[in-house]
């Protein structure tokens, strides 16, 4: 089992800055590609970003060039920028891990989601 906790959401106004992050369990022989999505009211969850463990990003057309992806150096925490925010980033933003695991962790080898933070974006 791999626990995340989502944290830095809030209500900001068009055009301000969040910075979310997303903290996991830190197992020795895990590594993890690490996403965020997000599902506004009455739609379905989108993809937002990506950080791979070969540390390479990729992020859905709506939010590039103004959010960031980023994690820290121990590879249990991963950030999201949000910068120039739309009042269409509205919605609840989830992390969510694919953790690969070897040797005596090898049983903790999954997906795994957050509980979500809430972002709402006035205008």
């Known amino acids: 089992q791999v626990l995340l906790a989502e944290s830095g959401g809030g209500s900001v106004q068009a055009g301000g800055s969040l910075r979310l992050s997303c903290q996991g369990s830190r197992y020795i022989y895990c590594r993890s590609d690490m996403k965020w999505y997000r599902q506004a009211p009455g739609k379905k969850r989108e993809f937002v970003s990506v950080i791979n463990r070969d540390g390479s990003t990729r992020y859905a057309e709506s939010v590039k060039d103004r959010f960031t992806i980023s994690r820290d150096s121990g590879q249990n925490t991963v950030y999201l920028q949000l910068n120039s925010l739309k009042p269409e980033d509205t919605a609840m933003y989830y992390c969510?891990?694919?953790?690969?695991?070897?040797?005596?962790?090898?049983?903790?080898?999954?997906?795994?989601w957050g509980q979500g933070t809430q972002v709402t974006v006035s205008s």
């Open positions: 969510n891990w694919d953790v690969d695991c070897w040797g005596s962790d090898r049983q903790r080898t999954g997906n795994y």
